[in-house]
């Protein structure tokens, strides 16, 4: 198997568990014992927001490509959450929660835009979806015309991040759920360093055309 083909393989595995456990949650009938009133209380407070990226596909030279930072970050705790208000007019739109983390950024590998990530710095990164009055509201990625689950992130665990800043608001916000942002923690040495090297290899090229040139400020080592 190409090495490219099990980096795909190892981000769709990770996110493969996610997707599981919301279909269950969405889709599956209420245990043996368990009332139809219980099941239709847990739908009631779930409700999955879409959310539509413009990225081509979801390879790292994509995911990348639009970001201005991709680095490991720590999760810190929640600072903050805010309805981020859609552009549409039409009836009912009330936008969708944006849920605010402190980030430790643990490794660069891309540093740009007006708020570059830099080791051992706080950012404040931000998370389409979050709980708001009781109700939760996960986020489904559509990318390329498909559906990827994704979950809140969980402060102390290693994520590696692809993020945009965003003037307007004041913070990084993740420039595409869940593809920018991939939990490390758990996965074994050899495919973590593995999905680190991909990204290296598509921010190299994008900044020099050559991949075995390390584009200064924008490649980590």
């Given at each position: 198997m190409s090495r490219g083909k099990r980096i795909l393989l190892?981000?769709?595995?990770?996110?493969?568990?996610?997707?599981?456990a919301l279909i269950y949650v969405f889709v599956a009938a209420p245990p043996?014992?368990?009332?139809?009133?219980?099941?239709?209380?847990?739908?009631?407070r779930v409700e999955p927001l879409k959310v539509d990226y413009g990225v081509p596909s979801t390879a790292p030279k994509d995911v990348a490509a639009a970001s201005d930072n991709v680095f490991v970050g720590e999760v810190g705790q929640v600072v903050g959450l805010e309805v981020v208000k859609n552009t549409s007019s039409r009836p009912g739109n009330r936008g969708k929660p944006m849920t605010r983390?402190?980030?430790?950024?643990?490794?660069?590998?891309?540093?740009?835009g007006a708020q570059p990530a830099e080791k051992g710095t706080s950012l404040t990164v931000g998370q389409f979806g979050g709980t708001m009055d009781g109700k939760e509201y996960p986020i489904v990625g559509m990318i390329?015309?498909?559906?990827?689950a994704d979950r809140p992130l969980e402060p102390g665990k290693e994520y590696l991040f692809s993020t945009m800043y965003n003037e307007g608001r004041g913070y990084?916000?993740?420039?595409?759920?869940?593809?920018?942002?991939?939990?490390?923690?758990?996965s074994e040495p050899a495919a973590r360093e593995e999905m680190l090297?991909?990204?290296?290899?598509?921010?190299?090229?994008?900044?020099?055309?050559?991949p075995s040139t390390d584009?200064?400020?924008?490649?980590?080592?």
């Open positions: 190892f981000v769709a595995l990770a996110l493969s568990v996610w997707g599981v043996a014992g368990d009332s139809a009133d219980a099941g239709n209380e847990i739908n009631e983390f402190a980030v430790t950024v643990v490794e660069p590998l891309k540093s740009g390329a015309e498909r559906a990827y990084q916000e993740i420039t595409v759920q869940p593809h920018g942002n991939v939990v490390l923690d758990g090297d991909s990204f290296r290899r598509a921010i190299r090229e994008a900044a020099s055309g050559d584009a200064a400020g924008q490649a980590g080592a």
